[in-house]
């Protein structure tokens, strides 16, 4: 009885994060068809490529009037770090032939932080599966509703939609810049270089080149202890 109620407790809290994530989509959505894409391209995209971040920075790029393959390349730069996931969640999900690439899909920043967060991996693998059904159906359903809604209201401008691109951005960020200060610095790093890039570059290009901030997170810092290969094997340091 007391490991139903525990899944029980997973499930709803993994479904709690679906509906919360999936309502992000409705501005995703509306930004998509603001920069020119139709019902369906914006609805395949997010059927599809399945990445909020990623998504919003294609839109964005193409609402600014980059390129395609500019556009995409933007998205491929933010969308990597799923890779990233798929290393971590890959021993503990344990799945072969076709379900590997639905649970490449499903590897997001929601469902590879609800599966780690759990005491079993049993529970890990039951929180990954419901919060990645749970993100999206929700987040699929949402942007439907945001691309129907944006394309009957007709001209964006005429509703301030034009704005709907970064504000959708910055309300995907905006968590993320409160969890140290080492986020914070990439962030303003990357608004630099992407300041100081746009008088002088094409659309996209300013968006490409902010990503060489994230070098911040991974390059060793000044002062900071480095470990011997000996302290490196001592299980008091994974």
């Not at 986020?183 to 990503?211: H, M, N």
């Not at 002062?223 to 490196?232: K, L, M, Q, W």
Request: some cysteine.
């Amino acid at each position: 009885m007391e490991e139903e109620k525990t899944h029980r407790s997973v499930i709803g809290d993994s479904l709690g994060v679906g509906v919360a994530v999936g309502a992000y989509g409705v501005a995703f959505g509306a930004s998509s068809v603001s920069a020119g894409l139709s019902v369906l391209q914006t609805c395949l995209l997010s059927l599809l490529a399945f990445t909020g971040g990623t998504q919003i920075a294609v839109v964005g790029v193409v609402f600014g009037g980059g390129t395609l393959g500019t556009a995409l390349g933007s998205g491929l730069l933010l969308g990597s770090r799923n890779t990233l996931y798929g290393m971590r969640m890959a021993p503990l999900l344990k799945v072969r032939g076709a379900r590997r690439l639905l649970a490449a899909l499903g590897t997001i920043d929601e469902s590879t932080a609800m599966a780690i967060a759990q005491p079993t991996p049993k529970l890990g693998r039951l929180a990954f599966w419901w919060t990645f059904a749970g993100v999206y159906f929700f987040w699929n359903l949402a942007t439907l509703l945001g691309a129907v809604g944006a394309q009957a209201l007709g001209d964006p401008t005429k509703f301030g939609l034009d704005a709907v691109v970064p504000a959708a951005f910055l309300a995907l960020l905006a968590p993320r810049l409160r969890n140290g200060a080492l986020e914070r610095r990439v962030a303003l790093a990357a608004a630099a270089i992407a300041l100081v890039l746009i008088p002088f570059t094409p659309p996209g290009v300013p968006v490409l080149a902010s990503c060489a901030a994230v070098l911040l997170a991974v390059l060793p810092r000044p002062g900071a202890p480095v470990r011997s290969d000996e302290s490196a094997e001592s299980p008091d340091h994974p």
